[in-house]
């Protein structure tokens, strides 16, 4: 970059040109840790149902810190108190809210460490840069922990409508092409405001709420909980359960990444603390340790891991049948049964133990919007109104009832 420039310029095809200054934040950017990213889909194993839902948290998290500098812009052209400091902090703070994502984002969150969840991995590296960038990071760590005064600059990193949700809908909609996950982004950021320490929406930004929740729900039926997009999770969670199956059982199983061989061998806890052993392996894992190993793996003596990782490689995926109840016992032995009988035609082990790795229960769920804890306001005549009281949007109470469904994730050759 010529020395004469004094910001760098990302194209992004969500949101436009990007423009980071230098300084603090483009120092991380160009940080191993944030780098990393790039090497981490945002959308997992999405890309196998959406074939262009390629792009990666690195992608997410620009596109985040984008938004946060222009609602910080709208809120300071409103008069609302923010020094530099904090306007920095903020930004670093949505910058690396995600950084603790591991392999294909959450499908393995809690496959390879125990007790745990990125949001902890995100604030133990956070501690880790402080430490490397002579603490200029404390405020962004305040902001995000949610312990410094000004409560609304939290509000914009994690609360109900934050500038995490209103990128990854939109990124999520562009390449999935999924246009009912669109949002009217920059009416939302235009109508935001700073009410008694809190962020509330103008009256005039109400439809574009709404919108915004609708969006919510639309994208989690047809995404991130597409009936493919679950049977490729429990696919791959299914491998992995298989390794640590075959290591507690004393059998000798090759790896092709130190690092994934560290937090499947020693099956590491965050119930106390995250180790710095364990930041500098997880900061080292990315997709590309899992794609490897399951290459790596379908030359495996053990059949079982072999068809398991073959049939990841390949795409030749479970299938996904969903119930109107909780299924019954009757339910899942006759799928047990059906199973045994289909892996001993394809001359695999089918016992009951090598049986249940090619079936799962289990339940989805997702809330599109959580009023009775975390409210989006409207702000009626100086007043702020919780949005599912506001006026015209009666029918919004609907979406905050959860949506529970059962569903088994078996061979295709099972008839349910």
Same mark, same amino acid.
């Given at each position: ?10 194209n ?16 991380l ?15 997992g ?17 620009l ?20 020094? *530099? /400091?904090?306007?920095?902090?903020? %930004? @670093?703070?949505?910058? #690396? ?6 392999? !294909? +984002? ?16 995100s ?25 410094? *005064? /000004?409560?609304?600059?939290?509000? %914009? @990193?994690?609360?109900? #409508? ?6 990854? !809908? +939109? ?14 982004i ?38 991130y ?53 364990m ?18 793996w ?19 995926l ?8 909780t ?29 249940s ?32 009281k ?7 109470i609907?979406l ?17």
């Amino acid at each position: 970059m010529d020395k004469s420039t004094r910001y760098k310029i990302f194209n992004d095809p969500v949101h436009g040109f990007i423009t980071v200054p230098k300084g603090i934040i483009l120092r991380l950017i160009d940080h191993p840790y944030i780098q990393r990213l790039r090497r981490v889909r945002q959308l997992g194993l999405g890309y196998l149902v959406f074939p262009a839902a390629e792009h990666s948290r690195f992608s997410h998290a620009l596109g985040a810190l984008e938004l946060a500098k222009r609602v910080l812009n709208n809120l300071l052209e409103k008069d609302t108190t923010i020094t *530099k /400091k904090e306007y920095e902090g903020t %930004l @670093i703070a949505i910058l #690396l809210h995600d950084v603790g994502h591991g392999p !294909l +984002s959450h499908t393995l969150e809690h496959t390879l460490i125990k007790d745990f969840n990125h949001e902890q991995m995100s604030l133990a590296i956070m501690k880790e840069l402080n430490k490397e960038f002579d603490g200029e990071l404390d405020t962004a760590i305040a902001i995000f922990t949610n312990q410094y *005064k /000004k409560k609304f600059l939290h509000q %914009l @990193i994690s609360s109900q #409508l934050d500038l995490d949700r209103l990128d990854y !809908l +939109s990124r999520d909609s562009f390449f999935t092409g999924v246009s009912e996950g669109r949002i009217g982004i920059n009416r939302i950021l235009k109508t935001m405001r700073v009410h008694k320490g809190n962020i509330v929406i103008e009256k005039k930004g109400i439809y574009a709420i709404e919108n915004y929740i609708i969006a919510r729900r639309l994208m989690y039926m047809q995404v991130y909980l597409h009936k493919t997009v679950l049977s490729a999770d429990a696919l791959i969670r299914a491998v992995f359960k298989r390794i640590r199956d075959l290591l507690d059982s004393g059998f000798e199983l090759n790896f092709a990444s130190d690092s994934l061989r560290y937090f499947m061998q020693d099956q590491p806890s965050a119930k106390k603390q995250i180790t710095g052993k364990m930041i500098k392996a997880y900061t080292s894992l990315d997709d590309y340790d899992i794609y490897l190993n399951i290459k790596f793996w379908t030359q495996s003596n053990d059949k079982i891991l072999a068809e398991l990782c073959n049939r990841f490689l390949n795409r030749s995926l479970f299938r996904t049948t969903f119930f109107d109840n909780t299924p019954s016992e009757k339910d899942h032995e006759e799928i047990k049964k059906q199973t045994k009988l289909s892996l001993k035609k394809l001359g695999l082990p089918h016992d009951d133990e090598s049986a249940s790795y090619f079936y799962s229960f289990d339940q989805s769920y997702s809330e599109a919007y959580k009023y009775q804890n975390e409210s989006i306001w409207i702000l009626e005549n100086e007043n702020a109104v919780e949005f599912s009281k506001a006026a015209d949007t009666k029918n919004i109470i609907a979406l905050t009832e959860p949506v529970v469904k059962n569903y088994c994730v078996h061979l295709k050759q099972v008839k349910i």
